[in-house]
T-cell receptor, first 113, second 109 residues
Framework: SQTIHQWPATLVQPVGSPLSLECTVE??????LYWYRQAAGRGLQLLFY??????ISSEVPQNLSASRPQDRQFILSSKKLLLSDSGFYLC????????????FGDGTRLSIL | GQNIDQPTEMTATEGAIVQINCTYQ??????LFWYQQHAGEAPTFLSY??LDGLEEKGRFSSFLSRSKGYSYLLLKELQMKDSASYLC??????????WGAGTKLIIKP
């Protein structure tokens, strides 16, 4: 069966510090991978998605970036965090077929001080 | 623009039935998903509709009318553990998911 791992579960960072969140998927190959952010009481905002190694599409211009160094690894980064970067970050995967649902990791709750 | 509307909050009684509506206006349509999200947790997949009609999965059913841009999630025999937010998401013509803000369902004993 497929599993998705996302860490850390919670993170408290000062403004201006760097960020690296990692997500890995097991039990499948060539998944579509996604990074979302969810503000409190709000819907999911797609940040980045990837259909293959080194292929990253950005949905919202901001100070975040994403990389996919390996088939089942997706990393969300920032060089300098802003207060507005606080939120609940979710990694998700899906099979390449269009009618397949996305499956989410447990999420990272990021607080910027 | 693309838009998905859901009620912000609903309240229902344990053992009862509740219907959560979702209306959408998107550039194209390639399926509609319902997810459940408990507070502080990640969303989990509930159901998928791409053709008109009702899909039943145990206590949960989901209905779609593409001509009306409308779906609903029906929860029967409500249990306290059903207290959660329910997210509606539509896959558009670019196969990207457009998410609603979610409906917070409160179950009272």
């Amino acid at each position: 069966s497929q599993t998705i791992h996302q860490w850390p579960a919670t993170l408290v960072q000062p403004v201006g510090s760097p960020l690296s969140l990692e997500c890995t998927v097991e039990g499948t190959s060539n998944p579509n991978l996604y990074w979302y952010r969810q503000a409190a009481g709000r819907g999911l905002q797609l940040l980045f998605y990837s259909v293959g190694i080194g292929q990253i599409s950005s949905e919202v211009p901001q100070n975040l970036s994403a990389s996919r160094p390996q088939d089942r690894q997706f990393i969300l980064s920032s060089k300098k965090l802003l207060l507005s970067d606080s939120g609940f970050y979710l990694c998700a995967w899906s099979r390449g077929q269009e009618n397949q649902p996305q499956h989410f990791g447990d999420g990272t709750r990021l607080s910027i001080l | 623009g693309q838009n998905i509307d859901q009620p912000t909050e609903m309240t229902a009684t344990e053992g009862a039935i509740v219907q959560i509506n979702c209306t959408y206006q998107t550039s194209g349509f390639n399926g509609l998903f319902w997810y459940q999200q408990h507070a502080g947790e990640a969303p989990t997949f509930l159901s998928y509709n791409v053709l008109d009609g009702l899909e039943e999965k145990g206590r949960f059913s989901s209905f779609l009318s593409r001509s009306k841009g409308y779906s609903y999630l029906l929860l029967k025999e409500l249990q306290m553990k059903d207290s959660a937010s329910y997210l509606c998401a539509v896959r558009d013509s670019n196969y990207q998911l457009i998410w609603g803000a979610g409906t917070k369902l409160i179950i009272k004993p």
